[in-house]
């Protein structure tokens, strides 16, 4: 057997292990399902496979339960933030648009950054270009490059890329 | 002791889901209601589901309900940037002050 078609084997297998225990957690682990759960979850891999994904480029499960609890923190703040901006009654907001020039290249990687934007205080990802994204803001004073940048490198590093130090020049 | 403290959670969910329907009438313009809907709603569904957790009988009920919670942060925050990206499209224009 060559080694593509053990990968793809392994893929397939990781996939209905995933859908499998999904279906145990919706069913209360109620066995009784199975007729209406084998199917199910013989056609949601088939279309998990078709969507294609994140392949060749394996997530670092440790890294990211590592990064989860500052995920869910920062998700906190900005609920707090868009609270105290919302109450207070001079609405104080500055928004505007920033665009960031990706150095990210693999697309699972970079959707799980324009997720990660819109949890993050004061920003929201708005369009997800090849090189660019664009980004609006509530407060056009927030570090938001740095911030970004800051987070690029975390998902770089769950998803195991190596990404460029510098910035590159970007004119919109 | 576990039904208040899961009570405790759940009442604590209150303010957030209120600040997001606030900012919704409050706010200028599309992008900055998004913030206000995406931001505040996830983490007020988010002490929902923690103070049932905390009340859950098994703990397959508890998974289920972190499933639904990331499920619908995922769908929140896909649809979220599908708008501001289909109105970025339209060229609707970002409200500033002045």
């Known amino acids: 057997m060559s080694a593509t078609t053990s990968c793809k084997l392994s893929l397939i297998f990781r996939r209905l292990v995933f859908f499998c225990s999904i279906w145990l957690v919706l069913s209360k682990a109620d066995l009784s399902s199975w007729p209406f759960a084998l ?3 013989l056609i949601s891999t088939w279309i998990s496979l078709c969507l294609g994904g994140p392949e060749g480029h394996l997530l670092k499960p440790v890294v990211l339960l590592r990064y989860l609890p500052l995920f869910v923190l ?3 703040a900005s609920a707090f933030d ?12 500055h928004p505007g648009l920033v665009h960031y020039p990706l150095s990210l290249t693999h697309d699972g990687a970079k959707v799980l950054l324009a997720n990660c934007i819109t949890m993050l ?7 997800l270009n090849d090189d660019h994204l664009i980004v609006h803001t509530l407060d056009t004073s927030l570090p938001v490059h740095a911030i970004i940048n800051r987070l690029e490198r975390k998902i770089a590093n769950i998803f195991r890329l190596e990404i460029t130090s510098g910035q590159k020049e970007f004119q919109p | 002791m576990r039904e208040l403290l ?5 009442i604590l969910a209150i303010p957030f889901f209120l600040s997001g329907t606030i900012g919704l009438l409050r706010l200028p313009d599309i ?11 996830n983490v007020g569904l ?12 098994s703990w397959l009920e508890v998974v289920k309900l972190f499933l639904i919670w990331f499920l619908v942060l ?11 990206d289909a109105a970025l499209r339209r060229n609707i224009k970002p409200w500033t002050k002045e």
């Open chain 2, 74 to 84: 995922m769908a929140s925050a896909t649809s979220c940037h599908l708008i501001a």
């Open chain 2, 46 to 57: 988010g002490f929902i589901v923690f103070g049932l957790a905390i009340q859950a009988t």
């Open chain 1, 82 to 93: 868009v609270m105290v901006r919302v109450l207070n009654p001079s609405l104080p907001i």
């Open chain 2, 6 to 10: 899961g009570a405790f959670f759940i």
């Open chain 1, 39 to 41: 199917p199910t979850v």
């Open chain 1, 74 to 76: 920062q998700s906190i």
């Open chain 1, 121 to 127: 205080p004061g920003t929201i990802s708005a369009q």
């Open chain 2, 31 to 41: 992008y900055t209601r998004l913030h206000a809907l995406t931001k505040a709603d």
